[in-house]
């Protein structure tokens, strides 16, 4: 079982930064891929980025790409996503993730990833 918490959710204002870290543990050995996701209401998880642990081979979604930035740390067992000039509709709920098995076209859509921490708040005034 994998165990993941996040922190560092808040209240920025527009073209401020903001990073969220996500705590792993339990049998991280077994995962293949961590991430993060996110949430408004009403709407659909959207994936917004992953990183492999094998080679640090990362992927984004269309909407955050050249403003965030994942990574991660094997020595503390974190995962961090680092995020730029941000925009009021980048608020939602984050949630940290991880799956088994490679990056594939499905791993964009939140059905295939194996766990979910409880999410973290990220909202953006303008």
């Known amino acids: 079982q994998v165990q993941l918490v996040e922190s560092g959710g808040g209240l920025v204002q527009a073209g401020e930064s903001l990073s969220l870290s996500c705590a792993t543990s339990?049998?991280?050995?077994?995962?293949?891929?961590v991430g993060w996701f996110r949430q408004v209401p009403d709407k659909e998880r959207e994936f917004v980025a992953g990183?492999?642990?094998?080679?640090?081979?990362?992927y984004y979604g269309d909407s955050v790409k050249g403003r965030f930035t994942i990574s991660r740390d094997n020595a503390k067992n974190t995962v961090s996503l680092q995020m730029n000039t941000l925009k009021p509709e980048d608020t939602a709920i984050y949630y940290c993730?991880?799956?088994?098995?490679?990056?594939?076209?499905?791993?964009?859509?939140?059905?295939?990833?194996?766990?979910w921490g409880q999410g973290t708040q990220v909202t953006v005034s303008s």
């Open positions: 339990g049998r991280t050995f077994n995962t293949d891929i």
């Open positions: 993730v991880a799956k088994h098995g490679p990056f594939l076209s499905s791993s964009y859509y939140a059905a295939s990833w194996n766990y």
């Open positions: 990183i492999t642990y094998d080679d640090d081979k990362t």
